[in-house]
T-cell receptor, first 114, second 111 residues
């Protein structure tokens, strides 16, 4: 089954404790992206990757890091989480960026930073 | 920054009625998509309309695009309780293929 898998789905952590949210897709998609969703703000892009070893900042990259060492995986790293990073995070993938368009989303990771 | 803005923010209708929501955007686009999000779940792609298309249908969904007004509408006909969800438009900018989402319309279908 074609899917984007995120882990963990729920996480409560404390300020400053490094964490990684994993994302894996099984559709051989070139394009992967991370979004955060906050009430009233819709989805805002954090980072995206056009292909292996190619990553770029989205609209709200501060406080986040990513890597794309393999085509299927695109982890999101919070080196020193702060309470303003409490949010619902989504990973998404696509065959390519924009031209065919359809994004496939994971089920989301709800992060709370105390 | 948000490229697409949905209107209304929230919509409550009776089962069987039609639901219409609109999306306006600011810059030239390559395509516009609509997504559905059930509470607490990931977004699911519904339909994509390209900039050279004016109308598209998929089941009970009808999407229109007016590039001169920089706006799109999503019509859900004969709504069902299962259509209760948030609906988002997403635009792909022509110049750099950047995909941006609006804040969404929350639709509640009452039984």
């Amino acid at each position: 089954e074609a899917q984007v898998t995120q882990n963990p789905r729920y996480l409560i952590t404390v300020t400053g404790k490094k964490l990684t949210v994993t994302c894996s897709q099984n559709m051989n998609h070139e394009y992967m992206s991370w979004y955060r969703q906050d009430p009233g703000l819709g989805l805002r892009q954090i980072y995206y990757s056009m292909n292996v070893e190619v990553t770029d900042k989205g609209d709200v990259p501060e406080g986040y890091k990513v890597s794309r060492k393999e085509k299927r995986n695109f982890p999101l790293i919070l080196e020193s989480p702060s309470p303003n990073q409490t949010s619902l995070y989504f990973c998404a993938s696509s065959i390519n960026r924009g031209k065919t368009g359809e994004l496939f989303f994971g089920e989301g990771s709800r992060l709370t930073v105390l | 920054s948000q490229q697409g803005e949905e209107d209304p923010q929230a919509l409550s209708i009776q089962e069987g009625e039609n639901a219409t929501m609109n999306c306006s955007y600011k810059t030239s686009i390559n395509n516009l998509q609509w997504y559905r999000q059930n509470s607490g779940r990931g977004l699911v792609h519904l339909i994509l309309i390209r900039s050279n298309e004016r109308e598209k249908h998929s089941g009970r969904l009808r999407v229109t695009l007016d590039t001169s007004k920089k706006s799109s509408s999503l019509l859900i006909t004969a709504s069902r309780a299962a259509d209760t969800a948030s609906y988002f438009c997403a635009t792909t900018r022509s110049n750099d293929y950047k995909l941006s989402f609006g804040a969404g319309t929350t639709v509640t279908v009452r039984a």
